[in-house]
Nanobody, 127 residues
Framework: VELVESGGGLVQAGGSLRLSCAANTRTFVGYIMGWFRQAPGKEREFVAA????????HYLDGVKGRFTISRDNFENTVTLQMNNLKPEDTAVYYC?????????????????????WGQGTQVTVSS
């Protein structure tokens, strides 16, 4: 599965960005989708995940109420809407896909649980 992210960029604190990830697979509904980020000098960090149906979502505490994950199973895309951005949100953001085998969305916070990764898109928030 190839994942291609888009939508990153430079924004002032308090601004918004919308990240998109396109997946080239015929079985998109068979995957849990997630977003991770990695800031310079830090480990990759879970941001958000969404179930195959889109009904269940899980977020990093620090982004709750500001970020929204969604998916379109007809277009094979997953989106991360980021509002009220803060300088600490600055990072490379990665889209990831994990085979769905019945696991609850709440455990999908560790990067080794994902099978496929995009190349990443840079998000920079200036103060």
């Amino acid at each position: 599965v190839e994942l291609v992210e888009s939508g990153g960029g430079l924004v002032q604190a308090g601004g918004s960005l919308r990240l998109s990830c396109a997946a080239n697979t015929r079985t998109f509904v068979g995957y849990i989708m997630g977003w991770f980020r990695q800031a310079p000098g830090k480990e990759r960090e879970f941001v958000a995940a969404i179930s195959w149906s889109g009904e269940d979502k899980h977020y990093l505490d620090g982004v709750k109420g500001r970020f929204t994950i969604s998916r379109d199973n007809f277009e094979n895309t997953v989106t991360l809407q980021m509002n009220n951005l803060k300088p600490e949100d600055t990072a490379v953001y990665y889209c990831a896909a994990a085979f769905y085998t019945g696991q609850p969305i709440g455990i999908m916070v560790q990067s080794p649980k994902y099978n496929y990764w995009g190349q990443g898109t840079q998000v920079t928030v200036s103060s």
